[in-house]
């Protein structure tokens, strides 16, 4: 379980990005965070993994206190937690392989790491998460070679190589077009359906209804929503959106 | 007359009306808003910098006429059209034929080389007042050469006459002979010299050139690898990105950085005046000259490579787990590989250059060559130097610029 208390994040410059923040979630859950761009939703992702610094608060992922980890144990924890990223941040002119095997980078010794030297398991689980995301084909191609979508892909193979108990996505679907959003979003699903918990960020309130069991919503900072996605109606919309917000659907 | 109302009275009589909207109103209307302030400013920095020009000709000693000061010209003009390339080989065939005065024979005396050449002296015992016949065959067409007539033990070595060979090869000459006063009964030899122009090759100023300009290119390699092995780490320590977390971090970025601007701001004469010093004159100076000063200019553009890389690939590999050191070997040197070759067969061409002046202060490489020549005033040789200098450095050029263009 991952348990959020009291976050709070000041950046530099006296901008507040979270206020206040407490929630919880829960093993298996498919959470989907939604808001206005700037509402905080990749602030929270990126203080799970302390991948930004919190200024104050407390967050516990089981028996670990991630905010007050420190070097390895820091490092332990984060290797726990998978993450894809709107624009993918796969290495271009790195292969497939390459990319998806620095999944394994916190697993390995610093000597392995220095001289690229996986072990033959971490060969075999690359080549089987390349498969789960239907690529394994391509896993000698340059990282560049592949469309959104496939980069997509191959990131969250390069996640699943974690071994994560729960998998960060933060707009994973921004960059991509409809169809291939569905695609991607229904590989997490499946990760989600064979027990890792996803905490997902997602600009179309018509994907949250569709891919997320639970939906919470953030503005300026502070939590305005935390349910099912099926209550959130006209009201409750343009409570989070604004006023002048409409809601388009994406087929 | 029209008259409008309210016309200033400044305004000439008789003027033309004053259109509202023409041009040269609008003008003097934009024009007036200048202040009166701001045109001085602008004529004093006017004059004060051609204040600085004309005291910077006369500081220079800029002399117009000195460009076009022929006899000093055209030496080295010359010299550059004919640089010292080739070189002809001199065969010399030496024939001796001895004659016997007093002998009373008629018969011709010859000799002949190995290689075919004959010389005849006829008659083989000259008398006094008679005539002496010498004729050749078998020499180089158009070849120069002399006949001696030589006695070892009286002393006598002289020159009798030259020759001079026709298209075919072949020479006559007649001459007299003097009475006993001078020449006594006694053996005496002709010897003859023919020098015949040999075979064409490869002059030795361009051989030596060429194995100058080899051990240049060696030295800016040399220079450059080291230059490399030195700055590409310290290039990671001299970038903000991956240096602007802690207040540590950011003093290692500034000592770095500091590093790059000094040893970039002294240049490769001056360390390699130093360097000469240090370690004497040869290669080994200019390749140290060329080490520190590679390292300030490649670590500043490595550097500024690796600031310039997509921040995202680092985020997700920090994200897995990994530590420090391997995130930047997974997330920033795959980005940052082609720029930093890039940048380095550039500064590695740039460092021939740098290194062909290198010999002026003895750091070896062919500016030593060069300046030889030109304190020797042997300009066709220094002409072969800078040719030499000139067509390897435009070709590396060209390379570089090819082989870069693959690689961005």
């Given at each position: 379980m991952l348990r959020i208390e009291h976050l709070v994040k000041d950046y530099a410059g006296g901008v507040r990005a979270l206020e206040d923040v407490s929630l919880e979630v829960r093993d298996g859950e498919f959470l989907v965070l939604i808001g206005l761009s700037g509402s905080g939703k990749s602030t929270l992702l990126r203080c799970i993994n302390r991948l930004i610094e919190p200024t104050s608060g407390r967050i516990t992922l089981d028996q670990d206190d991630i905010t007050a980890a420190r070097g390895d144990e820091l490092r332990r924890i984060r290797r726990g937690i998978g993450m894809i990223f709107q624009q993918f941040n796969l290495v271009k002119r790195s292969t497939v392989l390459t990319n998806v095997l620095t999944g394994r980078l916190g697993y390995v010794s610093q000597w392995q790491a220095l001289l690229a030297h996986f072990g033959e398991e971490d060969y075999r689980?690359?080549?089987?998460?390349?498969?789960?995301?239907?690529?394994?084909?391509?896993?000698?191609?340059?990282?560049?070679?592949?469309?959104?979508?496939?980069?997509?892909?191959?990131?969250?193979?390069?996640?699943?190589?974690?071994?994560?108990?729960?998998?960060?996505?933060?707009?994973?679907?921004?960059?991509?077009?409809?169809?291939?959003s569905h695609s991607v979003l229904k590989y997490l699903q499946q990760i989600n359906r064979e027990g890792m918990t996803v905490i997902c960020s997602l600009h179309f309130l018509s994907l949250a209804r569709t891919y997320g069991t639970r939906v919470i919503?953030?503005?300026?900072?502070?939590?305005?929503?935390d349910g099912l996605p099926s209550d959130i109606d006209e009201r409750r919309f343009q409570a989070i959106y604004g006023e002048e917000a409409v809601e388009v659907e994406i087929e | 007359m029209a008259t409008v109302v309210g016309q200033p009275s400044s305004e000439p009589s008789g003027g033309p009306p004053r259109a509202p909207d023409s041009s040269g109103s609008a003008r003097a209307a934009l024009a007036a808003r200048e202040s009166p302030r701001r045109r001085l400013v602008r004529l004093l920095i006017l004059l004060i910098a051609i204040g600085v020009l004309v005291k910077g000709w006369m500081v220079t000693d800029i002399d117009l006429g000195k460009l076009a000061n022929a006899p000093n010209a055209a030496p080295i003009l010359k010299s550059l059209v004919t640089p010292d390339v080739v070189s002809r080989d001199i065969v010399q065939v030496e024939l001796d034929v001895p004659v016997v005065v007093g002998a009373g024979s008629n018969g011709p005396a010859t000799a002949s080389a190995q290689t075919g050449q004959t010389f005849k002296v006829e008659p083989g015992s000259p008398v006094p007042g008679g005539a002496v016949a010498f004729d050749g065959t078998g020499f180089a067409p158009n070849a120069t050469g002399q006949i001696r007539v030589q006695n070892p033990s009286r002393g006598i070595d002289a020159l009798w006459l030259r020759v001079t060979t026709d298209d075919t090869g072949s020479f006559h000459a007649d001459s007299g002979w003097s009475d006993y006063s001078v020449f006594p009964p006694d053996i005496y030899h002709f010897h003859l010299t023919i020098n015949a122009p040999g075979a064409t090759h490869i002059s030795d100023t361009f051989v030596n050139s060429l194995s100058r300009i080899g051990e240049t290119i060696l030295l800016a390699l040399m220079g450059t690898v080291?230059?490399?092995?030195?700055?590409?780490?310290?290039?990671?320590?001299?970038?903000?990105?991956?240096?602007?977390?802690?207040?540590?971090?950011?003093?290692?970025?500034?000592?770095?950085?500091?590093?790059?601007?000094?040893?970039?701001?002294?240049?490769?004469?001056?360390?390699?005046?130093?360097?000469?010093?240090?370690?004497?004159?040869?290669?080994?100076?200019?390749?140290?000259?060329?080490?520190?000063?590679?390292?300030?200019?490649?670590?500043?553009?490595?550097?500024?490579?690796?600031?310039?890389?997509?921040?995202?690939?680092?985020?997700?590999?920090?994200?897995?787990?990994?530590?420090?050191?391997?995130?930047?070997?997974?997330?920033?040197?795959?980005?940052?590989?082609?720029?930093?070759?890039?940048?380095?067969?550039?500064?590695?061409?740039?460092?021939?250059?740098?290194?062909?002046?290198?010999?002026?202060v003895g750091g070896g490489g062919i500016g030593f060559l060069l300046i030889q020549y030109m304190n020797l005033l042997q300009f066709n040789q220094a002409a072969t130097v800078l040719w030499m200098i000139v067509i390897v450095v435009t070709l590396l050029d060209y390379a570089s610029a090819a082989i870069r263009s693959r690689l961005v």
């Amino acid at each position: 379980m991952l348990r959020i208390e009291h976050l709070v994040k000041d950046y530099a410059g006296g901008v507040r990005a979270l206020e206040d923040v407490s929630l919880e979630v829960r093993d298996g859950e498919f959470l989907v965070l939604i808001g206005l761009s700037g509402s905080g939703k990749s602030t929270l992702l990126r203080c799970i993994n302390r991948l930004i610094e919190p200024t104050s608060g407390r967050i516990t992922l089981d028996q670990d206190d991630i905010t007050a980890a420190r070097g390895d144990e820091l490092r332990r924890i984060r290797r726990g937690i998978g993450m894809i990223f709107q624009q993918f941040n796969l290495v271009k002119r790195s292969t497939v392989l390459t990319n998806v095997l620095t999944g394994r980078l916190g697993y390995v010794s610093q000597w392995q790491a220095l001289l690229a030297h996986f072990g033959e398991e971490d060969y075999r689980r690359a080549l089987s998460n390349l498969e789960r995301v239907g690529l394994r084909e391509r896993v000698h191609q340059r990282a560049d070679r592949l469309s959104g979508g496939q980069q997509q892909r191959v990131a969250i193979a390069r996640a699943l190589m974690q071994e994560p108990k729960i998998m960060l996505a933060d707009e994973p679907v921004a960059s991509l077009d409809p169809a291939t959003s569905h695609s991607v979003l229904k590989y997490l699903q499946q990760i989600n359906r064979e027990g890792m918990t996803v905490i997902c960020s997602l600009h179309f309130l018509s994907l949250a209804r569709t891919y997320g069991t639970r939906v919470i919503a953030l503005k300026q900072g502070r939590l305005m929503f935390d349910g099912l996605p099926s209550d959130i109606d006209e009201r409750r919309f343009q409570a989070i959106y604004g006023e002048e917000a409409v809601e388009v659907e994406i087929e | 007359m029209a008259t409008v109302v309210g016309q200033p009275s400044s305004e000439p009589s008789g003027g033309p009306p004053r259109a509202p909207d023409s041009s040269g109103s609008a003008r003097a209307a934009l024009a007036a808003r200048e202040s009166p302030r701001r045109r001085l400013v602008r004529l004093l920095i006017l004059l004060i910098a051609i204040g600085v020009l004309v005291k910077g000709w006369m500081v220079t000693d800029i002399d117009l006429g000195k460009l076009a000061n022929a006899p000093n010209a055209a030496p080295i003009l010359k010299s550059l059209v004919t640089p010292d390339v080739v070189s002809r080989d001199i065969v010399q065939v030496e024939l001796d034929v001895p004659v016997v005065v007093g002998a009373g024979s008629n018969g011709p005396a010859t000799a002949s080389a190995q290689t075919g050449q004959t010389f005849k002296v006829e008659p083989g015992s000259p008398v006094p007042g008679g005539a002496v016949a010498f004729d050749g065959t078998g020499f180089a067409p158009n070849a120069t050469g002399q006949i001696r007539v030589q006695n070892p033990s009286r002393g006598i070595d002289a020159l009798w006459l030259r020759v001079t060979t026709d298209d075919t090869g072949s020479f006559h000459a007649d001459s007299g002979w003097s009475d006993y006063s001078v020449f006594p009964p006694d053996i005496y030899h002709f010897h003859l010299t023919i020098n015949a122009p040999g075979a064409t090759h490869i002059s030795d100023t361009f051989v030596n050139s060429l194995s100058r300009i080899g051990e240049t290119i060696l030295l800016a390699l040399m220079g450059t690898v080291f230059g490399v092995l030195i700055s590409a780490p310290l290039s990671f320590l001299g970038a903000r990105n991956l240096m602007g977390g802690s207040a540590v971090g950011q003093a290692i970025y500034w000592i770095v950085r500091l590093i790059f601007t000094i040893t970039r701001s002294i240049e490769v004469l001056i360390l390699g005046v130093i360097m000469v010093v240090i370690v004497g004159i040869g290669s080994y100076a200019g390749v140290l000259a060329i080490v520190v000063h590679s390292v300030g200019s490649l670590g500043k553009l490595y550097s500024e490579a690796i600031e310039g890389i997509e921040p995202g690939p680092v985020e997700a590999i920090a994200a897995t787990g990994a530590n420090r050191l391997a995130t930047v070997l997974y997330g920033v040197v795959p980005q940052v590989v082609p720029t930093f070759l890039s940048v380095t067969i550039y500064w590695w061409d740039h460092n021939v250059r740098m290194s062909t002046v290198l010999g002026l202060v003895g750091g070896g490489g062919i500016g030593f060559l060069l300046i030889q020549y030109m304190n020797l005033l042997q300009f066709n040789q220094a002409a072969t130097v800078l040719w030499m200098i000139v067509i390897v450095v435009t070709l590396l050029d060209y390379a570089s610029a090819a082989i870069r263009s693959r690689l961005v």
